[in-house]
T-cell receptor, first 116, second 108 residues
């Protein structure tokens, strides 16, 4: 398996534009996580899905952020409209189970977002 | 006060040294993760612990639930171990809480 695949790797956009980040989890993994990492706040969990259903979105900063998982092999994180303070690295991770013995999470390479 | 505290924040070592990174937390947890973030940004999950000790190669992770403390040890450190090591706990309320990380540099 190629691991968790995120695209794009880098995104530069202007304030106010819509940004869509994409993630393909490892086949067979039933949990998918979206994280944001900034210098100021470190790593933060934004939302996670189990079997394509959002379970906890309490980490989503505000209504400008939305995430979907239309099927087991694809998820998107959308920011509309984007703001400079959204600039960060966004990671996607997947795992087999969240709390069980096989809950090691596999991370994608991240998307570095810069909002000008 | 952060719910997950790591120490030290920065650590330098000579190749071959034994290294310890500490993680203390103030909430009830069901599990604790140690992550490694390489200089290029990639994140690798090293361990998930709920009790006791785990070992993988030169890495050892321990947890003391009563003391709310975990340690990550690296034996015979090597320059390729240079990375940021992040502790994260899964709280009993199902929140994943991250420490701010420990930046390790190992010099040859």
């Amino acid at each position: 398996d190629a691991g968790v695949i995120q695209s794009p790797r880098h995104e530069v956009t202007e304030m106010g534009q819509e940004v869509t980040l994409r993630c393909k989890p490892i086949s067979g993994h039933d949990y998918l996580f979206w994280y944001r990492q900034t210098m100021m706040r470190g790593l933060e969990l934004l939302i996670y899905f189990n079997n394509n259903v959002p379970i906890d979105d309490s980490g989503m900063p505000e209504d400008r952020f939305s995430a979907k998982m239309p099927n087991a092999s694809f998820s998107t994180l959308k920011i509309q409209p984007s703001e400079p303070r959204d600039s960060a690295v966004y990671f996607c991770a997947s795992s087999l189970t969240r709390d069980g013995p096989k809950n090691i999470q596999y991370f994608g390479a991240g998307t570095r977002l810069s909002v000008l | 006060k952060n719910e997950v505290e790591q120490s030290p924040q920065n650590l330098t070592a000579q190749e071959g040294e034994f290294i310890t990174i500490n993680c203390s937390y103030s909430v009830g947890i069901s599990a604790l993760h140690w992550l490694q973030q390489h200089p290029g940004g990639g994140i690798v999950s090293l361990f998930m612990l709920s009790s006791g000790k785990k070992k993988h190669g030169r890495l050892i992770a321990t947890i003391n639930i009563q003391e709310k403390h975990s340690s990550l040890h690296i034996t015979a450190s090597h320059p390729r171990d240079s990375a940021v090591y992040i502790c994260a706990v899964m709280s009993n309320t199902d929140k994943l809480i991250f420490g701010t990380g420990t930046r390790l540099q190992v010099f040859p």
